[in-house]
């Protein structure tokens, strides 16, 4: 069982990108979703995360306006629609599950336990 995120490339400030997560092996249809993101030298910090349903989102305060964490129909697929790109968005993006099912969304790293190999993110200015 693994994720698999794509979706993650080199673009200007101000422009756009749909990061997408896939599990292959298994779904995780009554799980919590998360994106967090990682800089060279630094932890992993949370970006956004959705509950099971798709109703419940959360946010991370630099993101909000800019970036809409969703869930395709059949609640296989999670997406990152980032926009607004700015510099300091630059980083690897990971996506992660929920360590059991629950309505809640979370934002701490121990909250997951599977995560994606991540893919990388660079805005230039």
């Known amino acids: 069982v693994q994720l698999v995120e794509s979706g993650g490339g080199a673009v200007q400030a101000g422009d756009s990108l749909r990061l997408s997560c896939a599990p292959s092996g298994r779904t995780f249809s009554t799980y919590a979703m998360g994106w967090f993101r990682q800089t060279p030298g630094k932890a992993k910090e949370f970006v956004a995360a959705i509950n099971w349903s798709g109703r419940t989102t959360e946010y991370a305060d630099f993101v909000k306006g800019r970036f809409t964490i969703s869930k395709d129909s059949a609640k296989k697929t999670t997406f990152l629609e980032m926009n607004g790109l700015k510099p300091e968005d630059t980083a690897v993006y990971f996506c992660?599950?929920?360590?059991?099912?629950?309505?809640?969304?979370?934002?701490?790293?121990?909250?997951?336990?599977?995560w994606g190999q991540g893919t990388q993110v660079i805005v230039s200015s």
């Open positions: 992660a599950v929920q360590k059991s099912p629950g309505e809640d969304t979370y934002n701490g790293e121990s909250e997951y336990g599977l």
